[in-house]
């Protein structure tokens, strides 16, 4: 019962040992019944290894050893120390980046180069962010009480707070809540998605090796519905934060109602519409668009999976977005992800794959839909799927409804401003939405008319983690990143200080 294996990525010339087991008290350790899952390469479909799936024993070990560090130690820590320890794994990420790029796109089939650095980049980013952010993002308010009596309220952290994270950004993903949970000064017990576990699984040790206590990051890996019910169902569980599918938040939701009502931050799936105006400028309109819906195969809860543009500029508009992708949207030589070339990977899993193409075959076939393929997949091997638009499709269609999470957008036309808004909030989610004008009054009105946490104008799918990030609708509850990344983490405690009347 292997706890290690040596892997090596060739594109990198790295040899490494990939820890397998769960990570309980700053150890790796087997699973209670020896269970594994098998991990695979989603561009070669090649076998990678397999690591321990954590039991619900597994996940209740993981409860325990995270709340024993809270009460004996994590909790009297300042934040100071704890923004300390921040900055330290930020440097020791830094030190390991490539190992951890490469390790991304083995596992996920990133591009290297154009996606998976710049995810490892952004870890960093998160968690210096958050470091600095422990001593400054927690402090509470003094009442006006009155001469007898001071009162305040203190921002505390909740305890043990457990992460279900998802497969498209996989150590990001999982940084942009864990770095704001700690810096807020909670324990952690953090499910990875089952397919791609082995960046986060490595991670722990660095965690460890930054200084963080036994017991403060607990990592289990497992299937949902094993490990991630169970601590979403856990009794001494306090609160816990997914990213995920819409149907799986719903069910987080009704687990942590049926448990111990444990607070919950939900960022779920997203359809995001984007408007642009016969003032826009076009080329610059395009570049947003195809990185909004090409970046990472598509996989993106912010993808700008619905395009509107106004009729009068719509085949200038189609023959520009046509010419931009085939330029700048490519799987590169041999389909290899670790090609510089390479800006499009494969989709994670060939249950993904059939998912985006039951999309494309409903949407060419039952729907009867006019679908252009802005790209070839020649080889057969690997979970890749074309660049693909639909044209003119109708608003009630399935494609229009539901989110694909592949590289797959509609792009139909509206005649004026009142009927695009109309079609950009007739939507279930409320992750983003965008709009593409130079007229700033327009832009202005859609930042108000928009039904989504976060509005775009003049791009797409931007980077900016010191802006709150979530949903409204179904997209989910909660913000992660800037200023909310931390108090989502912290609870807040009125106290009333009497310090006049010795008795009542
Ligand atoms: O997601 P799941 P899947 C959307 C996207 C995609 C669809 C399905 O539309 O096509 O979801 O992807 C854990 N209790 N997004 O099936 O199942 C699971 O192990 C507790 C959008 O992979 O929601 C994994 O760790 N946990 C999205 C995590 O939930 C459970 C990112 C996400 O898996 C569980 C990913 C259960 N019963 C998919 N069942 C985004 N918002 O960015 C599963 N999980």
Redesign the pocket.
Known sequence: MSLFEEITIQQVGITYKQPLGLFINNEYTASSDGGKIQTINPATEEYITSFYAGTEEDADRAVVAAREAFENHWRKTSPKERGDLLYKLANIVEREKVLLAALETLDSGKPYHSNSLGDINEVIKVTRYFAGAADKFNQGNISSSNHDKYGYSLKVPYGVVAH?????YPLL?ACWKLQGCLAAGNCIVV?????TSLSLLYFAQLVKEAGFPPGVFNVVP????VA??R??LHPDVDKIG????????K??MS?AGQSNLKDVTL????KTAAIVLDDAILEDAIDWLTLGIFFNSG???TANSRIYVQESIFDEFLSKFKENTFKNWKFGNNYDPFDPECTMGPLISK??YD?VSGYLSHGKETEKLEAIELGVVKNGIGFFVPPTIFINVPQDSKLCKE???GPVAVISTFKNYDEAVALANDSDYG?ASCIFTENVRKANQFVRDARSGTVYVNCSNEDDISLPFGGFKMS?IGRELGYAGMESYLQLKSVHMNIGNPSF
């Open positions: 279900v994270i998802p497969w498209n993903m499910k990875p998605a089952e397919n497992g299937y949902g519905p991630g019910s601590l979403a997914f990213t995920g599918s819409t149907a799986v938040g069910k987080i687990m960022e779920c799936g997203g996989q993106n809860c249950v993904q998912r989110e694909i999470f992750l989910g």
